[in-house]
């Protein structure tokens, strides 16, 4: 961790920075019309909670299991407790329409996971790299149109990082009892959130279990107990919400054997091991390319502690028949900023003088936030893509007909 104090110019870069993210996942430049049939769906459950109360969450499971069972195609169930109560109670103090709402959850959730990012990276490596992966992060394609869109993969992605983060911070800092609950609590929220928690899970037990070998920190007993106690708390307040075991089970059952047939899935959830990468590459090819550099060219903990989360989940994530899409990867974004930002910062360090460095790495930054740019407006406001699936994206960058 660096112990690298911030100064006043430092500061008013990274304060701009956010902020021009902050408009930019505020204000959407996007052609919504209309509202998709996922963000329809969200829309019903808010307004089903927000006049039954949330008392009454296991007769929303319920209604939802006997709908499901009647319904030839699959839709989202509403265990999605967390992402649902949040956007429920938006609805309740606010003015905004339970869409609306919903969106509102995405687009502060994207905000939160920026200001996370600033954060994290310059504890990580200081003012240079946080200033770095700030930019990066600002300009993410799939960032901005996520927190524009009324769905869940956004508040997913913010969740996963503060579990990661937490998770990092406890690594190095065994004695703090604050990071380890705040991990044990972000596992509990991650699984009242969606079901690709098992994804995130399971990197973060392959994570704990190669430490040995790996050296990423200090696994003691009480970061063990987190680990298996956070999920555990999070599976009794779900299985609280659906009324019993039974339901629980029962939710789940059904979502997943409709989703086997459902035509949509199978026409764009399926594909080779290295269909995500392929979709990353479409959508942000310079982050991904400086990102393997970074692999191979870091030997610190951070970066072997993210190259080994994002090579463990993908492996699981790119194995899924139907299951796949562009927007479970909003969880590895900081993660893939941050190891692109290490080739970026040894190009400049490897200048002599500092003016030299910093103009050089001004340059590099300002090239890859206008190639970004460029790529959001063709895929998402020329071109306007509702679900990165792999055809759509390729006719937006005119690579097909």
Known sequence: ??????????????????????????????????????????????????????????????????????????????TRVSFLLAATAWHAIGR???VESVRAISTASSILLLFGSAVFAWRLGGRRLALVVVTLMTFAPLQLYMAHRALIDGFFATVTFFVIWSLWETLQ?????????????????????????????LAILAILASNHWLKLGTVTKPLLVATFLGPLLGAGLLTLAAGGVESLFTAYLLNVRMSYVLPYAIATGDGPW??????????????ILLAI???????????????????????IMGNLRYGMNLRYALIWDFPLCYLAAIPLLAIASSLKKLRAQRAALSVMLLVIVYLQMANYENIFIKNPVY??????????????K
């Open 274 to 287: 290295f269909r995500y990468l392929s979709d990353l590459v479409l959508t942000m090819p310079i982050i």
């Open 387 to 400: 679900d990165p699936v792999p055809m759509p994206l390729m006719q937006a960058l005119k690579m097909i």
């Open 293 to 315: 550099g970074g692999m191979f060219k870091a030997r610190n903990k951070a970066s072997c502690f993210f190259t080994g989360f994002i090579f463990i989940s993908y492996l």
């Open 173 to 201: 800092n065994i004695r703090s009892k604050a990071w380890l609950t705040g991990y044990g609590c972000f596992l509990a929220i991650l699984v009242l959130t969606k079901e690709n928690a098992a994804f995130v899970y």
């Open 96 to 98: 905004a329409s339970s």
């Open 1 to 78: 961790m660096t112990t690298e104090k911030p100064s006043l110019i430092w500061m008013l870069i990274l304060a701009l920075l956010v902020s021009v993210g902050i408009y930019l996942r505020i204000h959407s430049f996007e052609k919504q019309e209309g509202v998709g049939f996922d963000e329809n769906i969200y829309r019903q459950y808010v307004e089903q909670i927000g006049s039954q109360g949330w008392t009454h969450y296991p007769d929303i499971i319920e209604m939802y299991i006997a709908d499901q069972k009647r319904a030839p195609i699959a839709f989202l169930p509403p």
